[in-house]
């Protein structure tokens, strides 16, 4: 079955930066879209970006200003979210997620167990 | 942006049917997906997408429907193991942007 790990939480202080990683396995990596996905405590799911199978197309959230970039390393099965200017707001459990590209709409259909990110001081 | 709403909410005993709603303007228009998460830091699960199609390895309890302004999602003979939150999910308009409910905490009782 598809596997998708998520790695490189941590803690971190505010205005910091955090890279996370998530390892893909048992699916050709190199045909599908990805995304990141984060829960913040006690609240709900928030799409945070995604990025097409070549890295032609990459979407952000709007809340996140320019401080996060995501990338994908075909040939090595992974996807990569670079976290830079980091506030308390960014705190979440974050999930990598594969994506089904439909003719007018995408869902996820495998997603990662998720790594946790705090920021504090 | 698009707005998804959903109870924060729904309680049902075990073996009834529970119906967890997602509302949205003219939501019919769109292809509304599901997803079941049981705890943080387990990994969500798409339980339907396309308004009505349940991935391989989905038990036939669960079933969606999209109507007018909701969709809903209905959990036949409901067991202790759906206990969980529910989300539903939508692509936005007019931007590549995938946007989710604000989750409906599924309690049985």
């Known amino acids: 079955e598809v596997q998708l790990v998520e790695s490189g939480g941590g803690l971190v202080k505010p205005g910091g930066s955090l890279r996370l990683s998530c390892a893909a396995s048992?699916?050709?990596?190199?045909?599908?879209?990805m995304s990141w996905v984060r829960q913040a405590p006690g609240k709900g799911l928030e799409w945070v970006s995604s990025?097409?199978?070549?890295?032609?197309?990459?979407y952000y959230a709007d809340s996140l200003k320019g401080r996060f970039t995501i990338s994908r390393d075909n040939a090595k099965n992974s996807l990569y979210l670079q976290m830079n200017s980091l506030r308390a707001d960014d705190t979440a459990v974050y999930y990598c997620?594969?994506?089904?590209?439909?003719?007018?709409?995408?869902?996820?259909?495998?997603w990662g167990q998720g790594t946790l990110v705090t920021v504090s001081s | 942006s698009y707005v998804l709403s959903q109870p924060p909410s729904v309680s049902v005993a075990p073996g009834k049917t529970a119906r967890i709603t997602c509302g949205g303007d003219?939501?019919?228009?769109?292809?509304v997906h599901w997803y079941q998460h049981q705890k943080p830091g387990q990994a969500p699960v798409l339980v339907i997408?396309?308004?009505?199609d349940r991935p391989s390895g989905i038990p036939e309890r669960f079933s969606g429907s999209n109507s007018g302004n909701t969709a809903t999602l209905t959990i036949s003979w409901v067991e202790a193991g759906d206990e969980a939150d529910y989300y539903c999910?939508?692509?936005?308009?007019?931007?590549?942007?995938?946007?989710f409910g604000g989750g409906t905490k599924l309690t049985v009782l």
């Open positions: 997620a594969r994506v089904i590209v439909g003719a007018t709409t995408r869902n996820f259909d495998y």
């Open positions: 048992r699916f050709t990596f190199s045909t599908y879209t």
């Open positions: 990025i097409s199978s070549g890295s032609n197309y990459i």
């Open positions: 003219d939501i019919r228009s769109k292809s």
């Open positions: 997408y396309d308004d009505t």
């Open positions: 999910q939508v692509w936005g308009t007019n931007d590549d942007h995938p946007v």
